[in-house]
């Protein structure tokens, strides 16, 4: 019991910021530059390939609709991000932002997921330059690689992919070598995409036939290729029409789709340098995300009107629609622009992900030796060097559908479990001494018994402020709503034509799910929140992280078998990383040494707020009443004999607000904890 108490222990701590040290950076930030920087940050890839490849295996011309729903989708979770980020003081990714707020398991997997999403984010957008380039040579390379390197595994592509190895290995060594990135390179491409968009949205409306959007799949006769590039087979046809392969197969788009949508959490990080991060931040992530959705809009639109669905080339749809419709010159304009464009876009997916994986090897939640610094070009040579090694062989191996929809599966992991963990510490009782009040450790509103936390459904008893009651109530309910959020998605994903078709059970086991998922959040509502300060709150609390958690499930339930089976292969290896260093006590020593190193900077002076918590009286020996010395939590140790007091204090500039005073007989241990 007390090795699974200790695991446990281990599984849940958290990392404990300076909180005295002050930010450098300064509040210049208004709504435009954030919106601005979510525009080039999202993008990227997506413009030149989601649309046709969407369109071609899943929605046909409703791909308009399955970005629509991915942009929803991205709002919610974008939101809930911004929350989480400004629970942490300093800028930093999800996986900082879990490790100091949840806890270590929760931090690992996001940034385990988030290491995916940068490795595939490079793999993809290095396969997508290759189908660019390939399309400028008349599909040269491709058919050289199928003659001389095929693959005939089911789960592969048809042949390895030389060159997008060969250019995310460039890409990877230009980087190791400490070459910095150039904001006005970024800025310069960035207009150069959305110019881009413009001439293909224009002139595609020029070429474009409505009557592609309904075709009727009774009377199709899908002739030779004719003016069609040579290795391009029609696709499937479906029903014909707007929606050929009806909601599922918008849904399943939409889950692609979401790719398109992935960078504008760079926005949600910058709390510390917006100058009003509270309205600045949810209206740049809405702004960006709506000019982002426009655009892919406006190009699956004139896309789809120009080429029939099924004709659709899956890799470099702009430039071969423009080639169906006998205008070369589009098609030059086109294919030279994506080139700059995913060249840029390649060199942004890389420059993060040595960062996390830094950070992670850091703090000893993956192999240490990852975190080793070159003296000579200060970067993390070894983990950029394997990263990008592991993202060019993805690129050769896989097809650009099936990394995008990892990639999507990854992020969508992410953010759910971003959203659950804003709606958890909404709830949860301040860490920090945000919501401490003078509650005896044995009122009904603190610990309470089986009665009373099953009357905190409603808060019958108006309790205002957390506790560890209601802290523990609302975990248990946000549980519960996951669970039956997971079972609603898999009901109306698995089981779509027959709730289509009007089966009663399903319809009627979907009604009584939500209805229970409906409860769970009423019940929420009525619930205490935190009072802690932050610098943005996301709005209709518990609805928003609610809905979010919803979409991101029911997304990820319209993603393949094939995707499932690759992301469990990917977890399980990572999971096996990080037993390895929990059994060999790399992730123990790591956090020993920051709590150290964080222990004696808050030594040298106290902040504002001074925080005492009593321990449980597990922490003393019942055998010889000594004190156990053992550090926990977010400060330094103080040892008290057999009587102690606990006093909590918040200090203002003008002397001490007030103190409360609890008293206790057993022999225990306080603990300091500065913030």
């Known amino acids: 019991m007390n090795g699974f108490a200790s695991l446990l222990g281990k599984l849940t701590r958290r990392k404990v910021l300076d909180r005295s040290e002050q930010s450098e950076l300064k509040r210049v930030l208004s709504t435009l530059d954030l919106t601005l920087l979510g525009i080039g940050s999202t993008l990227g890839i997506g413009i030149y390939v989601l649309a046709g490849s969407v369109a071609k295996n899943n929605a046909g011309p409703a791909v308009v609709i399955s970005f629509l729903f991915a942009a929803v989708a991205s709002v919610l979770a ?323 559908d099936a990394l995008i929809d990892m990639m999507s599966i990854g992020t969508l992991t992410a953010y759910t479990v971003v959203s659950i963990c804003v709606l958890v510490l909404r709830y949860r009782k301040d860490s920090e001494g945000a919501d401490d009040i003078c509650i005896p450790d044995d009122s009904p509103t603190n610990r309470g018994t089986v009665l009373s936390f099953f009357q905190q459904s409603y808060n019958n008893r108006q309790i205002t402020t957390p506790t560890v009651l209601t802290s523990l109530y609302s975990g248990w309910t946000v549980f519960a709503y996951c669970i039956l959020t997971l079972a609603f998605c898999m009901t109306a994903a698995f089981a779509s034509e027959k709730i289509a078709n009007g089966n009663p059970w399903y319809i009627i086991i979907l009604v009584l799910l939500g209805l229970l998922m409906a409860l769970c959040l009423l019940s929420l509502y009525a619930q205490p929140v935190s009072r802690a300060k932050l610098s943005f709150k996301v709005p209709f609390v518990p609805l928003i992280p609610g809905l979010s958690i919803l979409a991101n499930i029911y997304l990820i339930m319209n993603l393949t078998g094939p995707t499932w089976a690759r992301f469990g292969i990917w977890m399980l290896i990572g999971l096996v990383i990080y037993s390895i260093c929990l059994i060999f006590g790399t992730a123990d020593r790591a956090y020993a040494l920051h709590l150290h190193d964080a222990n004696s900077n808050k030594g040298r002076g106290l902040s504002r707020t001074c925080v005492f918590q009593v321990n449980t009286p597990q922490d003393v020996n019942s055998k010889t009443g000594a004190q156990k010395s053992t550090k926990t939590g977010n400060g330094s140790t103080t040892h008290f004999g057999s009587r102690a007091t606990s006093y909590s204090r918040s200090i203002e500039k003008g002397g001490s607000k007030g103190i409360s005073l609890k008293t206790f007989n057993t022999d225990t241990q306080l603990n300091s904890n500065y913030q």
């Not at 997921?113 to 660019?132: D, P």
């Open 78 to 400: 974008g939101l809930c991000y911004a929350e989480f980020g400004s629970r942490v003081p300093k800028a930093g990714s999800a996986y900082v932002y879990s490790y100091v707020c949840v806890g270590e398991l929760i931090a690992f997997i996001v940034g385990w997921n988030l290491i995916m999403e940068y490795v595939i984010g490079v793999a993809s957008v290095a396969k997508g330059y290759s189908g660019y380039v390939d399309s400028l040579c008349n599909n040269s390379m491709r058919a050289l690689f199928t003659e001389y390197a095929p693959l005939h595994i089911g789960f592969l592509a048809h042949y390895v992919d030389f060159f997008a190895f060969g250019i995310t290995l460039l890409v990877t060594c230009v980087l190791a070598f400490g070459v910095k990135e150039s904001s006005l390179f970024n800025s310069i491409f960035t207009v150069l995409n959305l110019a881009v968009v413009s001439f293909v949205v224009v002139a595609g409306a020029i070429f474009a036939d409505p009557s592609n959007w309904a075709i009727d799949a009774n009377t199709v006769a899908v002739a030779s290729n004719g003016n069609w590039t040579a290795h391009e087979t029609p696709g499937k046809i479906g029903n014909g029409g707007f929606a050929p392969f009806g909601m599922a197969g918008i849904m399943k788009g939409a889950a692609t789709c979401f790719y398109g949508f992935v960078g504008f959490d760079v926005i949600a990080t910058t709390g510390e340098e917006a100058k009003n991060p509270q309205k600045a931040i949810p209206l740049a992530i809405i702004f960006s995300l709506l000019f982002i959705f426009l655009a892919y809009f406006g190009i699956s639109t004139v896309l789809t009107m120009m080429v029939p669905y099924y004709l659709q080339d899956a890799v470099a749809p702009l430039p071969e629609a423009f080639t169906y419709v006998d205008f070369p010159i589009g098609k030059w304009i086109v294919t030279i622009g994506a080139l700059f464009g995913l060249s840029t876009s390649l060199l942004g997916s890389m420059f993060p992900m040595p960062r996390v994986i830094y950070a992670m090897a850091s703090d000893g939640v993956i192999f240490k030796f990852l975190a080793k610094v070159h003296p000579r070009y200060k970067t993390p040579l070894t983990a950029t060097i394997l990263a990008g090694t592991y993202g060019g062989l993805m690129a050769a191996l896989f097809d650009l």
